[in-house]
T-cell receptor, first 112, second 114 residues
Framework: GDSVTQMEGPVTLSEEAFLTINCTYTATGYPSLFWYVQYPGEGLQLLLK?????DKGSNKGFEATYRKETTSFHLEKGSVQVSDSAVYFCALFNTNAGKSTFGDGTTLTVKP | EAGVAQSPRYKIIEKRQSVAFWCNPI?????LYWYQQILGQGPKLLIQFQNNGVVDDSQLPKDRFSAERLKGVDSTLKIQPAKLEDSAVYLC????????????FGQGTRLTVV
């Protein structure tokens, strides 16, 4: 079946540091790929998405590129802020099966 | 466009009690999902409906969990009796079908079993 593997956390960075959270996937067909963010006490929020190979999703300074050859969708941000502290989930949507599969999440803490 | 609506947002019950959650998907979306998100983990699929029929309920603990989708629109998820390990966020999502490229998630219901 489908699976998503995320870099284990927690990740602790200083403000303005560069962020990378690795994500790789296994799926049949051509899934859509997503990053969701969950702030403390809140629900899942869609951060960015890419629906086909080589697409780049971007939002709020975060970026991720759909790499079919390496089955990866790594999340990056050039300069993190304290307000970026949250749990980040990588996920795929299998368009054939119509199902979402999530990674286990990576906790990011940004210190001033 | 209105999003996926869920209620209640929070619920605290004692073990062995019963509880029900409600979900109203995005209008016109044929596929509806219920996910369970335990603290520290990613969401896990419990059940998937296509219109009012069940597509996949292989991960639903059927001895205590039940779900229905009335007239292919709203859905309820019930737990009876609840156990401590059922404490989690229960997420509802919907997607257009066929041809959808993503599922749209509600805010979730946070259940605490004490």
């Amino acid at each position: 079946g489908d699976s998503v593997t995320q870099m284990e956390g927690p990740v602790t960075l200083s403000e303005e540091a560069f962020l990378t959270i690795n994500c790789t996937y296994t799926a049949t067909g051509y899934p859509s790929l997503f990053w969701y963010v969950q702030y403390p006490g809140e629900g899942l929020q869609l951060l960015l998405k890419a629906t086909k190979a080589d697409d780049k999703g971007s939002n709020k300074g975060f970026e991720a590129t759909y790499r079919k050859e390496t089955t990866s969708f790594h999340l990056e941000k050039g300069s993190v802020q304290v307000s970026d502290s949250a749990v980040y989930f990588c996920a795929l949507f299998n368009t054939n099966a119509g199902k979402s599969t999530f990674g286990d999440g990576t906790t990011l803490t940004v210190k001033p | 466009e209105a999003g996926v609506a869920q209620s209640p947002r929070y619920k605290i019950i004692e073990k062995r009690q019963s509880v029900a959650f409600w979900c109203n998907p995005i209008s016109g979306h044929a596929t509806l999902y219920w996910y369970q998100q335990i603290l520290g983990q990613g969401p896990k699929l419990l059940i998937q409906f296509q219109n009012n029929g069940v597509v996949d309920d292989s991960q639903l603990p059927k001895d205590r969990f039940s779900a229905e989708r009335l007239k292919g629109v709203d859905s309820t998820l019930k737990i009876q009796p609840a156990k401590l390990e059922d404490s989690a966020v229960y997420l509802c999502a919907s997607s257009p079908s066929p041809g959808g490229t993503e599922a749209f998630f509600g805010q979730g219901t946070r259940l605490t079993v004490v």
